[in-house]
């Protein structure tokens, strides 16, 4: 499977569980690994013909930033969803989500989840 991967995608928004991280704005630092065919793409040299890599930054970014999630699982997870419904070409999204300088001794923490359109699929007709 082909794949577009966007790293170190720089978001910052209000995100935390505790009261003073919801007084601020943190970043973000995001990887996505968006899997779809990039044959048509190889082929025509269009960028109708494949995804675009700003749309995919702008509703990243906008998707987390309108939430101002407490969880960085439900960031990940919120992102994930928008894309899959923006994007009908992609079959999985692999996306790592960290919190970079939140703990002295460590550089950043986070969190990685990958979903598959077809498991999205089979939930929703249960």
């Not at 013909?49 to 930033?65: H, K, S």
């Not at 692999?94 to 990958?114: D, F, H």
Request: net charge negative; charged share 20%; hydrophobic share 45%.
């Amino acid at each position: 499977m082909d794949a577009i991967v966007i790293e170190g995608l720089n978001v910052n928004t209000v995100i935390g569980c505790f009261d003073w991280e919801r007084q601020i704005e943190q970043p973000l630092s995001i990887d996505l690994t968006l899997n779809t065919s990039l044959a048509r793409v190889a082929e025509s040299d269009l960028l109708a013909d494949t995804l675009n890599y700003v749309e995919i930054c702008e509703i990243t970014a906008q998707t987390i930033q309108q939430a101002q999630p407490k969880m960085l699982e439900h960031a990940a997870k919120l992102v994930i969803d928008a894309l899959f419904t923006t994007f009908s070409t992609v079959e999985s999204i692999i996306m790592v989500v960290r919190k970079p300088a939140i703990l002295p001794q460590a550089n950043s923490v986070g969190i990685r989840l990958e979903r598959h359109r077809n498991d999205i699929r089979a939930r929703a007709s249960e």
